[in-house]
């Protein structure tokens, strides 16, 4: 990947400002992530042993107070390659996050770029080892995702429940098949107990999914079902994915492991499941070791993968926040 003189200039301009508001103002942020391991994947019969990114980033926060309760905020988030310092794609510079947000007592409204409210509602509250990043990520759950050009509304909590429903306009781009994409999730939490539901649609591409979380001591227990449904080639197919996740602190560690199974048209299915540990030296850094098996199964192609193709992968790594 290249850059331009102007490229390197507008970014290196644009940190220097935030950092110059930072240091003005306190509710300017500069925060993001570094996570990189060493990896060991096995696709098929070929074997690439390297040194990979996890889901790194940084981004821009801040937030202005209007008065009378109102709220003026922004977020700007980019997705880096942290194993070979680019950025991971070229013509999205702030590809995770570029949003305006108003909130008050009345809830937040939303504009901008960011990924759908439902993955946050089911998904990733059951990804517990690695917040759904990586070469162990969930590559089962089926996303109905048309993250730009999205105008949102997320209620406040009441009682424990909060709303939120969104709207991808297509503006008649070709790549936006034509259609607006609309999505809708909610989180309940209760004592022990979380449970989130979402709802996502984009043309033909329909899903619906459950999730629960129960949490005591030293156990975390989580599991989602999602049931959804697309056209291809004229012909209309259903998925059903249902994935568990458990989680046992020790001290400092983390004991992880998660199962996932997919049903999908005729008689193609694919099992994913991993077992790690995390090992958190502070805050904001652990380190970490995963095992994670993706196997495609009469005809499924998960994944990414080709039909029938599984995957193996080990990887040890370490994740900073800052």
């Known amino acids: 990947m290249t850059f331009s003189l102007n490229k390197i200039v507008a970014a290196a301009g644009l940190i220097a400002v935030?950092?110059?508001?930072?240091?003005?103002?306190?509710?300017?942020?500069?925060?993001g992530r570094i996570d990189t391991a060493v990896e060991s994947v096995k696709t098929g019969n070929a074997r690439v042993n390297g040194v990979n990114n996890s889901g790194s980033y940084?981004?821009?926060?801040?937030q202005e107070d209007l008065g009378n309760g109102l709220k003026l905020g922004f977020q700007l988030e980019s997705a880096i390659n942290s194993d070979n310092g680019s950025i991971t794609e070229a013509d999205s510079f702030?590809?995770?996050r570029s949003e305006v947000n108003l909130s008050g007592n009345f809830g937040t409204v939303r504009m901008g770029r960011f990924?759908?409210?439902?993955y946050?509602?089911?998904?990733?509250?059951?990804?517990?080892?690695?917040?759904?990043?990586?070469?162990t990520a969930d590559a089962l759950y089926v996303g109905v995702e048309n993250a730009s050009n999205r105008l949102a509304y997320k209620s406040p909590v009441f009682h424990g429940l909060s709303v939120e429903s969104s709207v991808s306009f297509h503006?008649?781009?070709?790549?936006n098949q034509g259609k607006n994409a609309y999505d809708l999730a909610a989180n309940y939490d209760?004592?022990?107990?979380?449970?989130?539901?979402?709802?996502?649609e984009w043309a033909d591409a329909k899903q619906y999914a459950l999730r629960a979380t129960w949490t005591a001591g030293a156990w975390t227990l989580s599991g989602y079902h999602q049931r959804s449904e697309d056209v291809v080639a004229g012909i209309k197919e259903k998925t059903n994915v249902t994935r568990a996740a458990v989680a046992y602190a020790i001290g400092a560690g983390e004991l992880h492991a998660n199962f996932g199974h997919a049903n999908a048209e005729g008689q193609a299915a694919a099992n994913q499941w991993t077992v790690g540990y995390n090992h958190h030296l502070s805050k904001r850094t652990k380190v970490y070791a995963f095992y994670s098996q993706l196997q495609n199964k009469d005809g499924a192609?998960?994944?990414?993968?080709?039909?029938?193709e599984d995957r193996k992968s080990v990887s040890v790594g370490i994740r900073h926040n800052f």
Request: no cysteine; charged share 15%; hydrophobic share 40%.
């Open 115 to 118: 990924f759908n409210p439902s």
């Open 171 to 175: 503006e008649r781009a070709a790549d």
């Open 94 to 96: 702030f590809s995770n």
């Open 120 to 135: 946050y509602a089911i998904a990733d509250r059951a990804s517990l080892h690695n917040e759904d990043y990586g070469i």
């Open 58 to 62: 940084f981004g821009f926060q801040g």
């Open 190 to 200: 209760r004592g022990n107990w979380s449970f989130g539901a979402g709802y996502g």
């Open 301 to 308: 192609a998960f994944g990414d993968l080709n039909p029938n």
């Open 18 to 31: 935030s950092a110059t508001a930072a240091a003005a103002d306190s509710s300017v942020n500069v925060y």
